[in-house]
C-alpha cells in the first residue's frame, strides 16, 4: 500500500521558472509538483502536492497531515527563518520530515543560514536544485520501508 506524503512549498515558490532563474532555475512550480507525483509514484509514494503564501495555511495543512500523512517534505521558503508557528506544527507531526532549499542557503545571505524547521528535520537537502525533491522523495521511500 502507497505511503501518502504531503509536499508542501512555502511563499514565492509559486513563482518558480520567474524569479531569480540564476539562483531557483528555469523549472516551473507545477513541473517540480508533477515530477514529484510521478516519481513518487516509482517510489510506492501519493504524493500531494500544496502551495501557499500564507504562513497559517502550511501549519493547518501540517496539522491535517497528523491524520492523513506518512511523511512530510517541506521548503518553507522564506518561513524557515522566521516561523516558529511551523516547527511547533512540524513537531507535533509523528512522521518523518525532510527539509527542500533549491539553493544552497549556506551560501547566501547570512539571515539565510538559520532555518527553524532544521530543528525539527530529519533530513535537509540544500543546494541539489529542483533535484533536491527527487532527492527526498527517494529518501523518504527508503525511510518508511
Known sequence: MPHAILLLNGPNLNLLGQRQPEIYGATTLADVEADSVEFGRTLDLTVTAKQSNWEGQLVDWI??????????????GAYSHTSVAILDALNAFDGPVIEVHISQIHKREAFRHHSY????????????GVHGYRLALRHMAETLA
Open 117 to 128: 524547521v532544521s530543528h525539527r528535520a530529519d533530513t535537509v537537502i540544500a543546494g541539489a
Open 63 to 76: 496539522q491535517q497531515a497528523r491524520q492523513e500523512a506518512a511523511g512530510i517534505v517541506i521548503n518553507p
